[in-house]
């Protein structure tokens, strides 16, 4: 009896000599899997480096971004300390890629736009932050269309941010925010419907902005507007009707807006406005007749404007005004001889600016206006180019810039007199350091600079040698940077640097000792960049440029010497460029250019002389580029281009085996068809048509079989299909409908069956990604509601879809690399106080927990996908100050029946038996195969239950047992049935039902659950089970 009660299997079970109870399980859910660096491969120093870019002061701080092995690319900020130099947040967040855009300071909090790659779709999102991971929030999340379409222009305007965005209803508008989500809005269709006014160089004028747009009627011309749609208006039409009046360079210049225009009259001259149409007039007529003075480089200098024109003399000249016509005259016409002016800067009270010294060099100006004010500071003799002297920037009245000598590129400083224009620090002795991204922060100059041992690095100065020095070195430590882990054989391949011979094949049996560089391909420093490591039969297939042949297929069976060229597919130095790797049936297939027929579809044997072309499907020297190459039940399926257009391929392996299906259209995305994937047999893909955008297809692998199964967006619309993946003969995508944006889908191959599944962020679209089949159950990640991205689930019902775990509550943990391992979900994500670390979850809050936190802290620590050897865990992880390398973990149970490695065997690892049973082709031990058969059934059920409650339990009795018996009941209120807890794959089973039934089975008081009598159902199903 189990309780005193009810044995469940009566004739072939092994007796239990305890009891069922147990101690909260919550208690017992510890972190089990100890892992270890597998070898230290580049323990040299990284000379690599973060690039700090984009720096802006907000409250005497710098912000910046920048990129380092720890955390990739991200936001940093600095109080110029190296402990005060700390990135702010992640911004991957489950995103491709991502990088940080237009840095603004808007009255005190910084504001910034992170722009993603979504699986080849692109978006944007407007944030802000206040230099905490807390407080830096997204605001809005901008329609994913063209790459182009990213908000740009910021302007604080009395405080609040004015910026040009565009959304799927007006295109390129103005918009405003006051740093809510709901005060984040557009101002004003100006060019009513989808064709966007394009609003730019928003510019502060007394709290209104300035800015060029255009709408039906009018060109590019002056705008104004006090953040209201009816105070958003056209100034003036000063090129009248469509055409632009072309202005450039908006400037306050004490509450007038002065600008250049071309009227269509007088070409490019000097003009202001006070907001008003009848106040928006030319200034001055500077060089009379229809060729225009072009100004340029307006500055305001307390009151008075300065800028360039061609007046009289040649070249550009420096003029000023002060918004008269008598009183806009040329600066020191004898002094500067008409040499052209650039980069006019305000420092202090003075002017300083670039001039072209005519005799083919630039030196360096200062300017109070007058004749006898305006003088050449130093001579640059080594300053041949406009850009020898740049980034003139002001601190506290001193100016700093980088300039051109003897020592190189470096940092000098300037008093406004000719003896104190110094050099500040020869940082890098040579000519490649060249300072950039010069920023006044606080008083002190902030910038990026390469000393020569640690790369582009922030650095700060206060003016002195001594006090100008390296802030914090991002990018140190080192890294083997390994990557693509491909089990073959139960041996370890991958790719990695050990700072001697570049990049290179690695192998690894689990040991330090024995994870050893396979062969130095292209000997010395430099590296083969060998890339798409794959097993076909046993066998590791590659591509390697050994830096004589080229890009070519090589293979290797672990050994020096049997790591080999396959073929010189492409005699000489160029290489065939080997891509689209795909095996069939133990073949490989692959598209190469072997210099005679161009890009083309090629397999091989592993045999020079068994590497050949299929078929040259374009003929003669051009390519037919064969793409996205899928094995589906043994045949090969591809797109390619032929005279005649692209089209759905499939092939046998032979050239009169490899034919067309269907042909497709070319459309406004480049290739018209994409995404093929093997569901069940049976090709699905997305593809275009001029008719009716893209749409879901499928094939049978005949014409007459090759058919859209729904148009998902009618009309024109494109629904975006990705992410297609198989889960037990059900595809499961991401479109997006045009109304409720990229939401999860599912198809049964027929139109009725091609449905929304749940439209989990209702008026918002919540972007699922990387969907993954673990064990019948689809995972992905998605952001709901007030979270951003996090772990959800579905079982192909909208009440079965649902998050996971908030892991990250109200940020985003930015699941990602999820993976299946054994049955069990392994990703990595960020819960805001342990970093980006690796995860595993069996689909249930409580059993989603982390691994472990390799790079302690907030640090970044997952890197790339895991893969499991042998009953090894494999992951690449970045740590501080090892960098980027390979770590691993034994995850066979210690405990044997402990099928979820919390050291305890106990109703969880009931519930991952239940959830993985039919898995088959395991390595043996993985997950809930207690006998270690390779597949998850009965026996292992039974091996559970011979060693329930080891290594030892508590005595009493859980108070979860009558909790979970009474939730049970209020579940089957009403008469219904039960669905047994071992077919996860029931699609009427209810989550609630679900989770009374799951809460029983994880308090371990089986015998409270089979005295219900509506669980009959589940008693037999469990014994039939065990009689497997």
Same mark, same amino acid.
């Given at each position: /009896?189990?309780?005193?009660?009810?044995?469940?299997?009566?004739?072939? !079970?092994?007796?239990?000599?305890?009891?069922?109870?147990?101690?909260?399980?919550?208690?017992?859910?510890? &972190?089990?899997?100890?892992?270890?660096?597998?070898?230290?491969?580049?323990? %040299?120093?990284?000379?690599?480096?973060?690039?700090?870019?984009?720096?802006?002061?907000?409250?005497?701080?710098?912000?910046?971004?920048?990129?380092?092995?720890?955390?990739?690319?991200?936001?940093?900020?600095?109080?110029?300390?190296?402990?005060?130099?700390?990135?702010?947040?992640?911004?991957?967040?489950?995103?491709?890629?991502?990088?940080?855009?237009?840095?603004?300071?808007?009255?005190?909090?910084? +504001?910034?736009?992170?722009?993603?790659?979504?699986?080849?779709?692109?978006?944007?999102?407007?944030?802000?932050?206040?230099?905490?991971?807390?407080?830096?929030?997204?605001?809005?999340?901008?329609?994913?269309?063209?790459?182009?379409?990213?908000?740009?222009?910021?302007?604080?305007?009395?405080?609040?941010?004015?910026?040009?965005?565009?959304?799927?209803?007006?295109?390129?508008?103005?918009?405003?925010?006051?740093?809510?989500? *709901?005060?984040?809005?557009?101002?004003?269709?100006?060019?009513?419907?989808?064709?966007?006014?394009?609003?730019? *160089?928003?510019?502060?004028?007394?709290?209104?902005?300035?800015?060029?747009?255009?709408?039906?009627?009018?060109?590019?011309?002056?705008?104004?507007?006090?953040?209201?749609?009816?105070?958003?208006?056209?100034?003036?039409?000063?090129?009248?009707?469509?055409?632009?009046?072309?202005?450039?360079?908006?400037?306050?210049?004490?509450?007038?807006?002065?600008?250049?225009?071309?009227?269509?009259?007088?070409? +490019?001259?000097?003009?202001?406005? @006070?907001?008003?149409?009848?106040?928006?007039?030319?200034?001055?007529?500077?060089?009379?007749?229809?060729?225009?003075?072009?100004?340029?480089? &307006?500055?305001?200098?307390?009151?008075?404007?300065?800028?360039?024109?061609?007046?009289?003399?040649?070249?550009?000249?420096?003029?000023?005004?002060?918004?008269?016509?008598?009183?806009?005259?040329?600066? *020191?016409?004898?002094?500067?001889?008409?040499?052209?002016?650039?980069?006019?800067?305000?420092?202090?009270?003075?002017?300083?600016?670039?001039?072209?010294?005519?005799?083919?060099?630039?030196?360096?100006?200062?300017?109070?206006?007058?004749?006898?004010?305006?003088?050449?500071?130093?001579?640059?003799?080594?300053?041949?180019?406009?850009?020898?002297?740049?980034?003139?920037?002001?601190?506290?009245?001193?100016?700093?810039?980088?300039?051109?000598? $003897?020592?190189?590129?470096?940092?000098?400083?300037?008093?406004?007199?000719?003896?104190?224009?110094?050099?500040?620090?020869?940082?890098?002795?040579?000519?490649?350091?060249?300072?950039?991204?010069?920023?006044?922060?606080?008083?002190?100059?902030?910038?990026?600079?390469?000393?020569?041992?640690?790369?582009?690095?922030?650095?700060?100065?206060?003016?002195?040698?001594?006090?100008?020095?390296?802030?914090?070195?991002?990018?140190?430590?080192?890294?083997?940077?390994?990557?693509?882990?491909?089990?073959?054989?139960?041996?370890?391949?991958?790719?990695?640097?050990?700072?001697?011979?570049?990049?290179?094949?690695?192998?690894?049996?689990?040991?330090?000792?024995?994870?050893?560089?396979?062969?130095?391909?292209?000997?010395? $420093?430099?590296?083969?960049?060998?890339?798409?490591?794959?097993?076909?039969?046993?066998?590791?297939?590659?591509?390697?440029?050994?830096?004589?042949? =080229?890009?070519?297929?090589?293979?290797?069976?672990?050994?020096?010497?049997?790591?080999?060229?396959?073929?010189?597919?492409?005699?000489?130095?160029?290489?065939?460029?080997?891509?689209?790797?795909?095996?069939?049936?133990?073949?490989?297939?692959?598209?190469?250019?072997?210099?005679?027929?161009?890009?083309?579809?090629?397999?091989?044997?592993? %045999?020079?002389?068994?590497?050949?072309?299929?078929?040259?499907?374009?003929?003669? !020297?051009?390519?037919?580029?064969?793409?996205?190459?899928?094995?589906?039940?043994?045949?090969?399926?591809?797109?390619?281009?032929?005279?005649?257009?692209?089209?759905?391929?499939?092939?046998?392996?032979?050239?009169?085996?490899?034919?067309?299906?269907?042909?497709?259209?070319?459309?406004?995305?480049?290739?018209?068809?994409?995404?093929? %994937?093997?569901?069940?047999?049976?090709?699905?893909?997305?593809?275009?048509?001029?008719?009716?955008?893209?749409?879901?297809?499928?094939?049978?692998?005949?014409?007459?079989?090759?058919?859209?199964?729904?148009?998902?967006?009618?009309?024109?619309?494109?629904?975006?299909?990705?992410?297609?993946?198989?889960?037990?003969?059900?595809?499961?995508?991401?479109?997006?409908?045009?109304?409720?944006?990229?939401?999860?889908?599912?198809?049964?191959?027929?139109?009725?069956?091609?449905? &929304?599944?749940?439209?989990?962020?209702?008026?918002?679209?919540?972007?699922?990604?990387?969907?993954?089949?673990?064990?019948?159950?689809?995972?992905?990640?998605?952001?709901?509601?007030?979270?951003?991205?996090?772990?959800?689930?579905?079982?192909?019902?909208?009440?079965?879809?649902?998050?996971?775990?908030?892991?990250?509550?109200?940020?985003?943990?930015?699941?990602?690399?999820?993976?299946?391992?054994?049955?069990?979900?392994?990703?990595?994500?960020?819960?805001?106080?342990?970093?980006?670390?690796?995860?595993?979850?069996?689909?249930?809050?409580?059993?989603?927990?982390?691994?472990?936190?390799?790079?302690?802290?907030? #640090?970044?620590?997952?890197?790339?996908?895991?893969?499991?050897?042998?009953?090894?865990?494999?992951?690449?992880?970045?740590?501080?100050?090892?960098? !980027?390398?390979?770590?691993?973990? @034994?995850?066979?149970? *210690?405990?044997?029946?402990? +099928?979820?490695?919390?050291?305890?065997?106990?109703?969880?690892?009931?519930?991952?038996?239940?959830?993985?049973?039919?898995?088959?082709?395991?390595?043996?031990?993985?997950?809930?195969?207690?006998?270690?058969?390779?597949?998850?059934?009965?026996?292992?059920? =039974?091996?559970? /239950?011979?060693?329930?409650?080891?290594?030892?339990?508590?005595?009493?009795?859980?108070?979860?047992?009558?909790?979970?018996?009474?939730?049970?009941?209020?579940?089957?209120?009403?008469?219904?049935?039960?669905?047994?807890?071992? @077919?996860?794959?029931?699609?009427?089973?209810?989550?609630?039902?679900?989770?009374?039934?799951?809460?029983?089975? #994880?308090?371990? @008081?089986?015998?409270?659950?089979?005295?219900?009598?509506?669980?009959?159902?589940?008693?037999?199903?469990?014994?039939?089970?065990?009689?497997?």
């Amino acid at each position: /009896m189990l309780n005193g009660r009810l044995r469940p299997l009566a004739s072939d !079970s092994t007796p239990l000599a305890r009891k069922l109870t147990l101690e909260p399980l919550e208690s017992r859910r510890m &972190l089990a899997i100890d892992f270890e660096l597998l070898k230290d491969i580049n323990p %040299t120093l990284n000379p690599e480096s973060s690039h700090p870019a984009n720096i802006v002061e907000v409250g005497g701080v710098s912000y910046f971004t920048a990129s380092s092995p720890l955390y990739g690319f991200d936001l940093w900020r600095s109080d110029g300390t190296e402990v005060g130099t700390v990135r702010v947040t992640d911004f991957r967040y489950g995103f491709d890629t991502s990088s940080l855009r237009y840095l603004t300071n808007v009255g005190g909090t910084l +504001y910034f736009i992170v722009a993603v790659s979504d699986n080849g779709v692109y978006g944007a999102e407007l944030w802000k932050s206040d230099g905490t991971g807390s407080g830096t929030q997204r605001l809005k999340f901008f329609d994913r269309g063209p790459y182009t379409a990213t908000p740009r222009h910021l302007a604080d305007v009395a405080g609040e941010l004015y910026f040009q965005a565009y959304d799927s209803e007006a295109g390129y508008e103005l918009w405003k925010s006051d740093g809510t989500e *709901a005060g984040t809005v557009r101002v004003k269709d100006i060019w009513a419907g989808e064709n966007g006014s394009g609003p730019s *160089a928003l510019t502060n004028v007394s709290g209104a902005v300035f800015f060029i747009a255009g709408d039906e009627t009018a060109g590019g011309e002056l705008w104004r507007s006090d953040g209201t749609e009816s105070g958003t208006y056209l100034v003036r039409d000063i090129t009248a009707g469509a055409e632009n009046s072309e202005l450039r360079y908006l400037t306050n210049v004490s509450g007038t807006l002065f600008f250049r225009a071309n009227d269509g009259e007088r070409d +490019y001259e000097l003009w202001k406005s @006070d907001g008003t149409e009848s106040g928006t007039v030319r200034v001055k007529d500077i060089k009379a007749g229809a060729n225009g003075s072009y100004p340029g480089h &307006l500055t305001n200098v307390d009151g008075i404007l300065y800028f360039s024109a061609s007046g009289d003399q040649a070249g550009s000249e420096l003029w000023k005004s002060d918004g008269t016509e008598s009183g806009t005259v040329p600066v *020191a016409e004898n002094r500067l001889n008409g040499f052209a002016v650039r980069q006019l800067t305000k420092v202090g009270q003075a002017l300083y600016f670039l001039a072209w010294n005519g005799e083919g060099g630039v030196d360096i100006w200062k300017s109070d206006g007058t004749e006898d004010g305006t003088m050449m500071l130093k001579d640059f003799p080594s300053a041949r180019e406009w850009n020898s002297i740049s980034e003139l920037t002001d601190v506290n009245g001193s100016l700093y810039f980088r300039a051109v000598d $003897a020592a190189g590129y470096e940092l000098w400083k300037s008093d406004g007199t000719e003896a104190g224009t110094i050099r500040v620090k020869n940082i890098n002795p040579g000519p490649y350091n060249s300072p950039r991204f010069l920023t006044n922060v606080g008083g002190l100059l902030y910038f990026s600079a390469n000393d020569g041992a640690g790369g582009y690095e922030l650095w700060k100065s206060d003016g002195s040698e001594a006090g100008t020095v390296l802030v914090k070195d991002i990018f140190g430590g080192s890294s083997s940077e390994a990557r693509e882990l491909t089990n073959v054989n139960g041996i370890l391949f991958f790719r990695a640097i050990d700072g001697v011979s570049g990049d290179e094949l690695w192998k690894s049996d689990g040991t330090s000792a024995g994870t050893v560089r396979v062969r130095d391909i292209r000997a010395g $420093a430099a590296s083969s960049t060998l890339s798409f490591l794959m097993n076909v039969g046993g066998t590791l297939y590659f591509r390697a440029n050994d830096g004589v042949s =080229g890009v070519e297929l090589w293979k290797s069976d672990g050994t020096e010497a049997g790591t080999v060229r396959v073929k010189d597919i492409r005699a000489g130095a160029t290489g065939s460029d080997v891509r689209e790797m795909t095996e069939v049936g133990g073949t490989l297939f692959f598209r190469v250019n072997d210099g005679v027929s161009g890009f083309e579809l090629w397999r091989s044997d592993g %045999t020079e002389a068994g590497t050949v072309i299929v078929k040259d499907i374009r003929g003669g !020297s051009k390519s037919s580029y064969p793409t996205y190459l899928t094995n589906v039940g043994g045949t090969l399926y591809f797109l390619a281009g032929d005279a005649s257009g692209f089209r759905l391929w499939k092939s046998d392996g032979t050239e009169a085996g490899t034919i067309p299906l269907k042909q497709f259209a070319s459309g406004p995305t480049s290739p018209p068809i994409r995404e093929l %994937t093997n569901i069940a047999g049976t090709l699905y893909f997305s593809a275009y048509e001029s008719e009716t955008g893209d749409g879901l297809w499928k094939s049978d692998g005949t014409v007459e079989g090759t058919v859209r199964v729904k148009d998902i967006r009618p009309g024109m619309g494109n629904s975006n299909i990705d992410y297609l993946v198989d889960v037990n003969g059900t595809a499961y995508f991401r479109a997006n409908d045009g109304v409720s944006g990229y939401e999860l889908w599912k198809s049964d191959g027929t139109e009725a069956g091609t449905i &929304l599944v749940k439209e989990i962020d209702p008026g918002r679209y919540s972007g699922p990604r990387s969907l993954t089949n673990v064990g019948g159950l689809l995972y992905f990640s998605a952001s709901g509601g007030a979270n951003s991205s996090e772990l959800w689930k579905s079982d192909g019902t909208e009440a079965g879809t649902i998050r996971v775990k908030s892991i990250h509550p109200h940020i985003a943990s930015s699941p990602s690399f999820l993976t299946n391992i054994g049955g069990t979900l392994y990703f990595a994500a960020d819960d805001g106080v342990n970093g980006f670390e690796f995860w595993k979850s069996d689909g249930i809050e409580e059993g989603t927990r982390l691994v472990k936190d390799v790079a302690a802290g907030a #640090a970044w620590g997952a890197v790339g996908p895991p893969a499991e050897v042998n009953g090894r865990l494999y992951f690449i992880a970045a740590t501080d100050p090892l960098g !980027s390398e390979i770590w691993s973990a @034994d995850i066979t149970p *210690a405990v044997t029946g402990d +099928y979820d490695l919390n050291d305890v065997v106990d109703g969880a690892d009931f519930l991952l038996w239940q959830r993985q049973v039919g898995l088959a082709g395991l390595s043996p031990g993985i997950g809930a195969d207690g006998d270690a058969s390779g597949e998850v059934g009965g026996g292992d059920l =039974g091996v559970w /239950m011979e060693h329930f409650g080891e290594p030892g339990m508590g005595a009493g009795e859980s108070a979860a047992v009558p909790a979970a018996v009474a939730a049970l009941g209020a579940a089957e209120e009403g008469g219904e049935e039960i669905i047994a807890a071992g @077919d996860s794959r029931d699609a009427q089973r209810s989550e609630r039902r679900s989770a009374a039934v799951d809460a029983i089975y #994880a308090a371990g @008081d089986f015998a409270s659950l089979f005295a219900e009598a509506p669980t009959r159902g589940v008693r037999e199903r469990w014994a039939g089970w065990r009689r497997r």
